[in-house]
């Protein structure tokens, strides 16, 4: 039954391709597709058989094991073979029995074209393929590869190498993991570093302490200015001072040392630090390109007064660096007594607050005001730098500079002017009432008020009349009590004339609390 | 022979003051922080104890408040930078100290001071 259904389907399937692939197979004639079985060594589900039909009842079957012969009434019939190539092998002794061959399929005997049937359609699904083509493909390599040079066909083979995404995450993953060992191994050789220079900073502290201690107490300063190379070798051997590092912390003990002691031990250590010639080492920071060395260069010129480098730390008072310049001028003021202003004149960067209080405080330490020259200042195109002039005739007490002031009281800006009027307050310059006058009429608020405070110490009777004007005009409250204040302070006869006809609470107000003591300064 | 216990942080300026006080004939023992002061004080007996103020692990001031605590009959003079600061001043001589040098100091100075406190 099972066999029967197979042969429907064989025979369905065999129509359908032989009405929709006819001709496939290149067989011109039942010959060619012959001569194709010879060439088969297996067809799946084909077989063959031979047939010898009896030429009468008593004939014999042949004698020959190999095809173990079926005798019917008309016929001997051979057992199937499934070798095609073996059909002119077998063929050849029976010709002489008029043999002839039966194709089977699915064990079914059937015609040449049968037969044909079935292997186009073997042949479109690709269960069937020609002797002729089966052999091309080994003699295609076979060709290609006596034609051509060996080359190895890696693509596809790795996968890794095959899929492009795989490859980029495993790519990505070994820069990480590079990336990693780089940085650790770069940290490993850096700390490695520094733990080795701060281990030899630590020796070196230790091979400095003790002759430095001894220097310092055991010689006076004459006989450290006298000392010869031989006597500097014999405290600090040559070795050590051919290395840089060792005279770094030299120079930073040194430095150090002068900071905390005083009297006679901080000359010996100015005299020591040129002894040794550490100069060099700060000439040669001042020439460097790092804003850090030229610092570190700068503070040791401050430190160890190293009059000799002037000129060089004087290019570095315009420097873009803020720290650089503001190092420099404070190293100028420190140098010598006699180094004036003049350096900031045409100095193009503004001068900051801080900057002008670290000068201040220089100046006023060294206590030399005189050799200043602050009036070469005022001319400065600079305005940080004009009015940190004017400060410094304020807080310096530099009266005998007022007449320097009054020459840029109309040149000055609103900032300057500011500065000026404070410093007039300050010093009590009467003579620029009309200065102070002008300024109260000015429409800058801040001006304004600075003049209206100063005119109450420095100011006429015209100033009493600005001030009224001020004080009808202007809502501002802070204003009308500068203004009130500076008119009680000018003339108590106006001041008190004014608030009685102009009885308003305010007036009130402010008038009691100018009048009370404790509140004057609330 | 007087013991003094130096008590501070920078090596080459404790170096000096050891150097300066053992020319005078002084027995010196130099520790570098407040942790190793403090055990100084309790491990040994020293005559004068000379701190700084501002020091690792602990200062100045809490040194003094521990040797007043257990041996307030030790003297104590504070070396230190902060002498500008009034507040610092104060407060170590509330404490009891003897001396306050503020640095920059000259070291034939201090040694005056602690002849001067020794006797």
């Excluded at chain 1, 091979?207 to 004459?222: H, R, S, V």
């Excluded at chain 1, 720290?323 to 003049?342: H, I």
């Excluded at chain 1, 203004?483 to 006809?501: A, G, I, P, Q, R």
Aim: hydrophobic content about 45%; aromatic content about 10%; proline content about 3%.
């Amino acid at each position: 039954m099972k066999r029967k259904l197979l042969l429907f389907i064989f025979f369905l399937a065999t129509l359908s391709l032989s009405f929709g692939q006819e001709g496939l197979l290149p067989f011109r004639d039942s010959a060619a597709l012959i001569q194709e079985l010879k060439l088969q060594e297996e067809i799946p589900s084909f077989s063959y058989k031979f047939f010898i039909p009896k030429v009468s009842k008593n004939s014999k079957i042949p004698g020959d094991s190999t095809f173990l012969w079926v005798e019917t009434d008309t016929a001997f019939i051979s057992k199937a073979f499934k070798n095609g190539t073996l059909i002119d092998s077998l063929y050849e002794p029976l010709k002489g029995d008029s043999a002839s061959i039966l194709f089977f399929v699915y064990e079914e005997k059937t015609n040449i074209n049968g037969l044909r049937s079935y292997l186009e359609t073997m042949y479109a699904t690709g269960d069937f393929v020609l002797a002729e083509d089966k052999e091309q493909p080994e003699n295609d390599i076979l060709l290609v590869a006596s034609s051509n040079n060996y080359q190895p066909l890696d693509a596809y083979k790795n996968r890794l190498l095959g899929d492009f995404k795989l490859l980029a995450v495993t790519l990505i993953i070994l820069f990480f993991i590079f990336s990693a060992a780089s940085m650790i191994i770069f940290m490993l050789i850096f700390k490695t570093q520094r733990n080795q220079r701060e281990e030899n900073i630590k020796n070196y502290e230790q091979e400095i302490i003790g002759p430095l201690t001894n220097l310092l107490f055991e010689k006076d300063l004459e006989e450290i200015s006298q000392m010869s190379n031989e006597e500097i070798s014999d405290i600090f051997p040559k070795s050590l001072f051919k290395k840089r590092l060792f005279k770094q912390v030299l120079i930073e003990r040194i430095i150090g040392l002068n900071k905390k002691m005083k009297g006679e031990f901080k000359d010996k250590l100015k005299t020591l630090y040129k002894r040794l010639g550490l100069v060099e080492l700060t000439k040669a920071n001042l020439k460097d390109s790092r804003w850090d060395k030229i610092s570190a260069g700068l503070v040791q010129v401050n430190e160890m007064d190293l009059g000799e480098l002037i000129n060089e730390v004087k290019s570095f008072t315009n420097s873009k660096n803020f720290y650089v310049r503001s190092l420099a001028g404070a190293t100028l003021l420190n140098l010598s007594e006699k180094v004036d202003l003049s350096f900031l004149k045409d100095q193009d960067y503004p001068l900051s607050d801080w900057q002008q209080m670290n000068y201040l405080r220089i100046i006023k330490f060294v206590g030399s005001s005189k050799f200043l020259n602050i009036p070469i200042l005022l001319k400065s195109k600079n305005q940080s730098v004009r009015e940190f002039a004017i400060k410094l005739v304020r807080m310096l007490g530099r009266v005998d500079l007022i007449a320097e002031l009054h020459m840029i009281n109309e040149a000055s800006t609103d900032d300057e002017k500011i500065e000026l009027i404070n410093t007039y307050d300050a010093l009590g310059a009467h003579m620029e009432v009309e200065f102070i006058n002008n300024c109260m009429l000015s429409t800058n608020p801040d001006l304004k008020k600075i003049a209206v405070k100063a005119a109450g110490n420095l100011g006429n009777s015209y100033s009493e009349v600005i001030l009224m004007d001020i004080l009808v005009q202007t809502i501002d409250f802070r204003l009308r009590r500068a203004c009130l204040t500076s008119l009680s302070k000018l003339n108590t006869e106006t001041f008190e004339k004014f608030v009685s006809t102009q009885p308003l609470p305010e007036n009130q107000a402010l008038k009691a609390q100018i009048q009370d003591p404790l509140l004057s300064n609330v | 022979m007087k013991k003094i216990l130096i008590i501070e942080d920078d090596l080459l300026i404790s170096s000096l003051v050891q150097f300066r006080l053992k020319k005078d004939g002084y027995e010196t023992i130099l520790v570098k922080d407040g942790n190793e002061g403090i055990h100084a004080i309790d491990t040994i007996d020293p005559d004068l104890i000379i701190t700084d103020v501002m020091m690792p692990f602990r200062s100045g001031i809490e040194i003094i408040h521990h040797a007043k605590k257990t041996k307030p009959e030790i003297p104590i003079i504070v070396l230190s930078s902060l002498g500008e600061e009034e507040e610092v001043v104060l407060e170590a001589f509330n404490l009891g100290v003897a001396d306050f040098i503020p640095k920059p100091f000259n070291p034939n100075e201090l040694a005056i001071r602690v002849r001067r406190v020794l006797t």
